[in-house]
Structures are given as structure tokens and as C-alpha cells.
């Protein structure tokens, strides 16, 4: 009963996390602020999801757990960049790519957890090495890095910080 529930609350909360930091990008990519709302909201989901990744039971370091320790490294970083350099010149930059970053790597294991659970998409790449599963993930690098530069390039310069 608690991997069931672990899980469903991961799963949700991932998704929530997901939902929000996709709508803070769309914002971003158009030019404007994000809700700050969204933000917090993001954040605080993006931390839970990558915390509570590491309550499943396991046997050894598993890719998911490098990619839950670069995560919590990104999210880190954008505290640093919004908390205490108040995103003062490059901190800006620091802060919006490492926001894009941590949105990225939840898609990331969400496409991968997809190519693992849905049969269509397993039969494609059932060890996950395959050319579909590299393409996908390979999609959503590319979406990524085309959204975060766009990104950086358009979002404006004042009154982005999260609530205090």
C-alpha cells in the first residue's frame, strides 16, 4: 500500500510540477512574466518530486538517482540566483536557464517513465536504447534548448522574483 500511494503522490505531484513550469516557459517564450503563483508553485513541486524520488525502494545508484541529484543541483542554483544574488546580472541568466533546466529534466523522466509503462511505446524501445526512445528524448532536448534561449533572449527585466 505505501509504494502504491508513494507513488500515485509522486506521479501527481510530477505532473503538477510539469504543468506549471511548461506554463511559466509559454510566458517566457512570449515575452512576459511569469505568475508568480506558477513559479512557486513550480518550484516547490520540482523539489518534492525530486526528493520524494528517493523514497522508492532500490539497490545501487540508478540512473534516475544522477538525474534526481543534478535536479535538486539545478533547483539549488536557482535559489542561489533568486534568493541571493537577486538574479543581479548574470544571476538572471543563471536563474532562467536553471528554471528551463529543471522543467526539461522532469519531461525528461516523463518521457522516459512513458516509453516504460506505455505498451505502444515500449514495443518501440523496450530497453531504452533504442532509435525511437533517442529520438523522443532527442525532440525534447532540442524543444528545451530552443525554449530557454528564447527565453533568455525575451523575458523582461524587472519583477520576476518569487514571492518572498
Same mark, same amino acid.
Given at each position: ?15 503538477? &510540477? ?5 506554463? @511559466? =516557459? @509559454? ?7 511569469? $505568475? ?22 532500490? %539497490? +545501487?545508484?540508478? /540512473? ?6 543534478? &535536479?535538486?543541483?539545478?533547483?539549488? &542554483? ?6 541571493? *544574488? *537577486?538574479?543581479? +546580472?548574470?544571476? %538572471? +541568466? ?14 525528461? @523522466? =516523463?518521457? $522516459?517513465?512513458?516509453? =516504460?509503462?506505455? /505498451? ?26 530552443? &525554449? ?5 533572449? *525575451?523575458? /523582461?527585466?524587472?519583477? *520576476?522574483?518569487?514571492?518572498?
Amino acid at each position: 500500500m505505501y509504494l502504491q500511494t508513494l507513488t500515485i503522490g509522486h506521479t501527481i505531484i510530477s505532473l503538477v &510540477a510539469i504543468a506549471m513550469g511548461l506554463a @511559466v =516557459l @509559454v510566458r517566457w517564450v512570449a515575452g512576459q512574466s511569469a $505568475a508568480p503563483g506558477h513559479l512557486a508553485v513550480f518550484i516547490a513541486t520540482a523539489w518534492i518530486t525530486s526528493l520524494t524520488g528517493y523514497l522508492f525502494p532500490f %539497490n +545501487g545508484v540508478l /540512473p534516475s538517482h544522477i538525474v534526481g541529484v543534478v &535536479a535538486l543541483a539545478v533547483l539549488a &542554483a536557482v535559489y542561489v540566483a533568486d534568493r541571493v *544574488r *537577486r538574479r543581479a +546580472g548574470l544571476w %538572471n +541568466g543563471v536563474y532562467v536557464i536553471g528554471i528551463v533546466t529543471s522543467v526539461y529534466l522532469l519531461v525528461f @523522466v =516523463l518521457v $522516459a517513465q512513458l516509453f =516504460l509503462k506505455v /505498451p505502444a511505446l515500449s514495443r518501440l524501445a523496450p530497453t531504452g536504447t533504442e532509435p525511437a526512445f533517442g529520438l523522443a528524448q532527442g525532440l525534447v532536448f532540442i524543444a528545451f534548448a530552443i &525554449a530557454g534561449f528564447l527565453a533568455v533572449r *525575451r523575458l /523582461p527585466t524587472s519583477g *520576476r522574483s518569487l514571492p518572498a
